[in-house]
């Protein structure tokens, strides 16, 4: 098992550009999870899709971000225009569906590195 | 809202000396608090959560909900547990997903 998978690895743009991101998640898993980890911080949920849905898209800045996950497995996150704050990795969780007093594990990606010029 | 507080950025101890990574949170509901790890080149992975009361690599972890903390601990600190450890937090509530993280703190183990 390959567990979550992340392309590509690391991506370095210039201003203004765009640029995509790309996950898979762990086969069976129904949600799926990007965060965002600034240097120096924890990671911070950008938006969680269960299945093709977009449930929880509240802290997605949405005026340059967007992402979709059409047929309800892999997903791609894209930013447009990039600007230098994004600079940061963002990382792609799974988990099994939540249950409502129950906690599934997320598992991690190994993240993209963006850098900005 | 909910808050994590880690107040080391770095922790730096003997091997054999004792751990203590301290987490403490903000939240008015009830808590679910996880410690995640992520060893060098590798990926975030869970370490463990309070609700299985369990003991993984010799790390414990109790949740005193009177000083609204959560801290890692271990007896004696091998080389092998250098990492970056991060404390998160979830709503126990129905509904909840959202894990909240602390900015880590990174525990050097000196041989």
């Known amino acids: 098992e390959a567990g979550v998978v992340q392309s590509p690895r690391y991506k370095i743009i210039e201003k203004k550009q765009p640029v995509a991101f790309w996950c898979n998640p762990i086969?069976?898993?129904?949600?799926l999870y990007w965060y965002l980890q600034n240097l120096g911080q924890g990671p911070e949920l950008l938006i969680r899709?269960?299945?093709?849905?977009?449930?929880?898209d509240s802290q997605l800045p949405k005026d340059r971000f967007s992402a979709e996950r059409l047929k309800g497995v892999d997903s791609t996150l894209k930013i447009q225009p990039a600007e230098l704050g994004d600079s940061a990795v963002y990382l792609c969780?799974?988990?099994?569906?939540?249950?409502?007093?129950?906690?599934?594990?997320?598992?991690f990606g190994p993240g993209t590195r963006l850098t900005v010029l | 809202a909910q808050r994590v507080t880690q107040p080391e950025k770095l922790l730096s101890v003997f091997k054999g000396a004792p751990v203590e990574l301290k987490c403490n949170y903000s939240?008015?509901?009830?808590?679910?608090l996880f410690w995640y790890v992520q060893y060098s080149r590798q990926r975030l992975q869970l370490l463990l959560r309070?609700?299985s009361r369990e003991s993984i690599k010799g790390f414990t972890a109790d949740l005193n909900k009177g000083e609204t903390s959560f801290h890692l601990k271990k007896p004696f600190a091998q080389e092998e547990d250098s990492a970056m450890y991060y404390c998160?937090?979830?709503?126990?509530?129905?509904?909840?997903?959202?894990?909240?993280f602390g900015k880590g703190t990174k525990l050097s183990v000196i041989p």
């Open positions: 899709y269960e299945n093709e849905e977009a449930v929880d």
């Open positions: 998160a937090l979830k709503d126990s509530g129905a509904g909840s997903y959202q894990l909240t």
């Open positions: 939240y008015s509901g009830s808590p679910e």
């Open positions: 086969s069976g898993h129904n949600t």
């Open positions: 969780a799974s988990s099994p569906r939540d249950g409502p007093s129950s906690y599934n594990e997320q598992f």
């Open positions: 309070h609700i």
